[in-house]
């Protein structure tokens, strides 16, 4: 069968849990797939692991190659993948989906215009069946403040995933617009930085159509203490220097552009600042040392005059100038 489906999974160092990750590929409902596990120069048994489950799944791809970083890794699967795959789905060695996490995704393609596909998750320790739901927060201008927009929205705009919520590994990409896009940027992989990888492909998949956000939580996160995320660089001062920067070349075509950057800077960054804060001083309260009385303070006189000065401007230039924005993306 021509797979229509190319799943990715790039594994370093997940002996312990890469078995369930492809058992649940091949537990999917729809069989029109095709699954690559790439190595990133694991070095705890993670290859041998992989071939023996060869038995278990003769179409599985083992490749394997030098650490690269995630991104690396996932770009050196989609290379591989069949010509006549048409999407693409690529999620971490330790994390499970859900069985019918690629039909219904495919079923949300039928819409027009549509490049990417996500879905809610849930977080799981050791089991499965003891996990919890977690919504994904997708934050965009509302008419009087950030608006997290609720479930029952599946239509994602670009400045939600700009503004660094909404992104993640729970998708599926139209493989075509994927490779127009570039790719995953493999410079928020690198050295100590790991992380929105992700973020930097959404808001390139969203410049070129539309990203829906499925209701159900189809794919399952496992967290641990080895979780990479908790011990490298997220990669978010990267993330924003890229951006930001493309932002700004894009504002010489489009003026209306530049009103995202400051967007963000005015009334996203400010009220996230704050609310960081406020979850710092409670820290402090219970705990006091003088590092978290400054970091408190730090957040706390970064993003409050910050946003004094920004609301009037989000009420009054910003949202008058709203629809030519979102006719101009």
Not at 12 to 24: G, H, L, T
Not at 147 to 158: A, G, K, R, W, Y
Not at 279 to 303: E, I
């Amino acid at each position: 069968m021509t797979p229509l489906v190319s799943i990715i999974i790039p594994c370093f160092n997940a002996v312990s849990y890469i078995e369930e990750a492809v058992d649940s590929v091949y537990a999917q409902t729809h069989p029109g797939f095709e699954c690559l596990v790439v190595d990133d120069g694991s070095t705890d048994g993670s290859v041998g692991k992989l071939q023996k489950l060869l038995a278990k799944h003769p179409s599985l791809q083992v490749l394997q190659k030098p650490n690269g970083g995630r991104a690396a890794a996932i770009n050196f699967g989609i290379a591989r993948t069949s010509p006549e795959s048409e999407y693409l789905v690529f999620f971490d060695a330790d994390d499970v989906l859900h069985p019918e996490f690629i039909s219904r995704c495919l079923a949300a393609f039928s819409q027009d215009a549509v490049v990417t596909v996500a879905t809610q998750s849930k977080t799981f320790y050791e089991s499965i069946d003891v996990s919890f739901p977690t919504s994904r927060s997708r934050f965009t201008a509302g008419r009087w403040a950030p608006l997290n927009l609720p479930v029952s929205i599946q239509e994602t705009p670009f400045l939600c995933f700009y503004s660094c919520t909404g992104q993640g590994p729970w998708a599926m990409h139209r493989k075509k617009e994927l490779l127009e896009a570039g790719l995953l940027e493999e410079r928020l992989n690198q050295g100590k930085i790991h992380g929105n990888e992700d973020t930097d492909l959404f808001c390139k998949m969203a410049l070129l159509g539309r990203v829906l956000y499925l209701p159900d939580a189809l794919y399952y996160k496992r967290e641990h203490t080895t979780n990479v995320t908790k011990t490298r660089d997220m990669g978010y001062d990267l993330f924003r220097e890229i951006w930001d920067g493309r932002i700004r070349q894009m504002a010489a075509v489009k003026p209306e552009w530049i009103l995202l950057l400051h967007y963000y800077q005015r009334m996203h960054r400010p009220l996230r600042d704050l609310k960081v804060a406020a979850l710092a001083g409670k820290d402090f309260v219970q705990k006091p040392s003088l590092q978290k009385l400054r970091w408190f303070l730090k957040l706390l006189l970064s993003g409050l005059p910050t946003l004094v000065w920004g609301y009037p401007w989000f009420l009054t230039i910003f949202n008058a100038r709203r629809h030519k924005i979102q006719n101009s993306i």
